[in-house]
T-cell receptor, first 112, second 116 residues
């Protein structure tokens, strides 16, 4: 059974700081990994999708890497802003039912 | 990307009643998914809704409690039946982008349900 863990559970940083969020998964037989952002009480916004054959993806100030063999992914946020404050979720897609398994999330707060 | 809308956005319901949540997508998709997010928790898949066939439920979820309809390729409903306070959650629908099974998934804004 796939299990996804995110560290840290919560993070508070000053504006402008670069930061790294971590995601680990137990079964390396994944098809892709997706990072999402969730604002309080809202739905999910897709940030980045990394296919299993890829090592990283970039979008603006965000960079996500994937090390499939070790079961790890990182989300790097450059020059953080208060608007980045949200919960960040990673999810891995495994076969056998087109199923996304979600991590526990990292709650990020960027302070002025 | 797909644009997904859900109705209602939130509701407060009495114990023992049922609520039907609607999910509308702006393009035709093969598979739609329903998730539950309990307070302070991550997302858990309830079921996969395929057009023209019965929904596939995950372990711990049953059709009598969460009946699902999928009448066409752009619409689905999830009913939460005989509600109890433990059903208070955010319910989200999602779709996989066109072009294959392993592509990006997009989520609706969610329905925040409170059961008294």
């Amino acid at each position: 059974k796939q299990e996804v863990t995110q560290i840290p559970a919560a993070l508070s940083v000053p504006e402008g700081e670069n930061l790294v969020l971590n995601c680990s998964f137990t079964d390396s037989a994944i098809y892709n990994l997706q990072w999402f952002r969730q604002d309080p009480g809202k739905g999910l916004t897709s940030l980045l999708l990394i296919q299993s054959s890829q090592r990283e993806q970039t979008s603006g100030r965000l960079n996500a890497s994937l090390d499939k063999s070790s079961g790890r992914s990182t989300l790097y946020i450059a020059a953080s802003q208060p608007g980045d404050s949200a919960t960040y979720l990673c999810a891995v897609f495994t076969g056998g039912g087109n199923k996304l398994t979600f991590g526990t999330g990292t709650q990020l707060k960027v302070e002025l | 990307s797909a644009v997904i809308s859900q109705k209602p956005s939130r509701d407060i319901c009495q114990r023992g009643t049922s609520l039907t949540i609607q999910c509308q997508v702006d393009s035709q998709v093969t598979m739609m998914f329903w998730y539950r997010q309990q307070p302070g928790q991550s997302l858990t898949l309830i079921a996969t809704a395929n057009q023209g066939s019965e929904a596939t439920y995950e372990s711990g979820f049953v059709i009598d409690k969460f009946p699902i309809s999928r009448p066409n390729l752009t619409f689905s409903t999830l009913t939460v039946s005989n509600m109890s306070p433990e059903d208070s959650s955010i319910y989200l629908c999602s779709v996989a982008a066109a072009g294959g099974s392993y592509n990006e998934q997009f989520f609706g804004p969610g329905t925040r349900l409170t059961v008294l």
